[in-house]
C-alpha cells in the first residue's frame, strides 16, 4: 500500500520530564562537544536500532487520533517495550486502556499516524546529558491473528517483560467492545515511514529499509551498567586515556566516559581552558560481547599507561 508523506518529524511537542534535560538538548546545536573527526562509527540506522533496543525513554504522539482537536501524547517511559521487526516495523507494548491501544483498535484502514520519539540521556553525570533524539514516524495498528505469538515471541526474546505471559493466547480486542473488557496489554505496529536521528554523530535522515537491515550494537544491553562502572572505579584509568591522544591538551581535565559500543568508547573531557571536548577511542576491532570488551578496555589503558 502506498503511504502519504508529511507526518511531522521531528515531532512539534517535546516531552517534558526534565527542564534541565530539555534545556540541555536545545543547547546541543552550540554546547554539545562533538566528536574529533577520522573515527569510526555506527550507520544512522544501527544508532537508531540500538535506540529503540535499548531502555532509553520513548514518548508515542498520535497526531492522527481521530475526534482529537490536539495530538494525543501518553506519558515518557510508555510503551513498557519495544523491538524492531524483520520487516523493519516497531512492535509496542502498551497498556490496553492507553489512548493509544484504544485509538489504535478504532481506526479504520490503518489511518492512525504516530511518532514515536526516544531519548537518550547518558547515565553518567556530565553537562549536556542529552547525547540525542530519534523520531520515527508511521502508521499504527493493533498486532491480529497469527502474527500476536510471533511478535510476542520477538519482544521477549528481546526485551523479556513478565506482562508477556499468556499473550499469545489472548483474543484479539473486538471493535467496540467496552473497556471492561480490554486486555491488561496491547500489542501494537508502527508501520514506519519516515525516521530522523539528531545524536553526538550529527543529524540525519534514515531510510526505513535501512533500519529492517540494521542490528543493534551488542553492548547496549550493557553500555549503562558499564559507563557508570567505569565512572565509578576507574575515573583516574580514564582520564589517563588523554595520552592517547597526542597532545597535552586533556592534562588536569575531569575525564567522564560518556557513550560505548562495539567500535570504540566516547570519553567527554571538562574544565580545560579551552572547554569541553569530546574524544572517541576506537577499540582495535569491533567486539561482540563482555569478554571482548575487556580485551579491548585493557589494551587501551595499557596503551595510555605506556
Same mark, same amino acid.
Given at each position: ?55 532509553? *525513554? ?9 475526534? *482529537? ?30 489512548? !493509544? ?54 519482544? !521477549? ?21 467496552? *473497556? ?124 595510555? *599507561?605506556?
Amino acid at each position: 500500500m502506498s503511504r502519504p508523506h508529511g507526518i511531522p518529524l521531528p515531532s512539534a511537542r517535546r516531552s517534558s520530564d526534565s527542564n534541565e534535560t530539555e534545556s540541555a538538548f536545545d543547547d546541543d546545536r552550540q554546547g554539545q562537544p562533538r566528536p574529533r573527526e577520522g573515527v569510526r562509527q555506527l550507520t544512522g540506522a544501527e544508532r537508531v536500532r540500538t535506540l529503540v533496543e535499548s531502555n532509553a *525513554s520513548v514518548s508515542l504522539t498520535l497526531p492522527g487520533a481521530p475526534d *482529537s482537536q490536539e495530538p494525543v501524547e501518553f506519558g515518557t517511559g510508555m510503551p513498557v517495550a519495544r523491538t524492531v521487526t524483520p520487516d523493519g516495523d516497531v512492535i509496542l507494548l502498551v497498556s490496553g486502556e492507553s489512548a !493509544a491501544a484504544r485509538a489504535a483498535a478504532h481506526a479504520q484502514d490503518d489511518d492512525l499516524t504516530a511518532v514515536i520519539e526516544i531519548t537518550d540521556v547518558a547515565p553518567v553525570s556530565v553537562p549536556h546529558r542529552i547525547r540525542g533524539r530519534a523520531w520515527l514516524a508511521g502508521w499504527l495498528t493493533p498486532v491480529r491473528g497469527d502474527d500476536r505469538a510471533a511478535c510476542a515471541a520477538l519482544l !521477549a526474546e528481546r526485551r523479556p517483560v513478565g506482562e508477556l505471559l499468556g499473550l499469545s493466547e489472548a483474543p484479539d480486542l473486538p471493535l467496540g467492545a467496552p *473497556s471492561g473488557v480490554r486486555p491488561a496489554w496491547m500489542l501494537l505496529r508502527l508501520e514506519v515511514g519516515e525516521i530522523t536521528v539528531d545524536d553526538l554523530w550529527g543529524a540525519e535522515h534514515v531510510e526505513p529499509e535501512d533500519l529492517a537491515a540494521a542490528e543493534p550494537d551488542p553492548m547496549v544491553a550493557h553500555e549503562t551498567e558499564l559507563l557508570q562502572h567505569l565512572s565509578a572505579a576507574h575515573g583516574e584509568r580514564i582520564a589517563e586515556l588523554c595520552g592517547l591522544l597526542g597532545s597535552r591538551e586533556a592534562d588536569g581535565m575531569a575525564a567522564v566516559p560518556l557513550a560505548l559500543d562495539r567500535l570504540g568508547l566516547r570519553v567527554r573531557f571538562l574544565g580545560g581552558s579551552a572547554g569541553s571536548f569530546d574524544a572517541r577511542f576506537d577499540f582495535p576491532e569491533p567486539v561482540a560481547d563482555i569478554c571482548g570488551l575487556r580485551r579491548a578496555m585493557h589494551t587501551l589503558f595499557s596503551a595510555a *599507561s605506556h
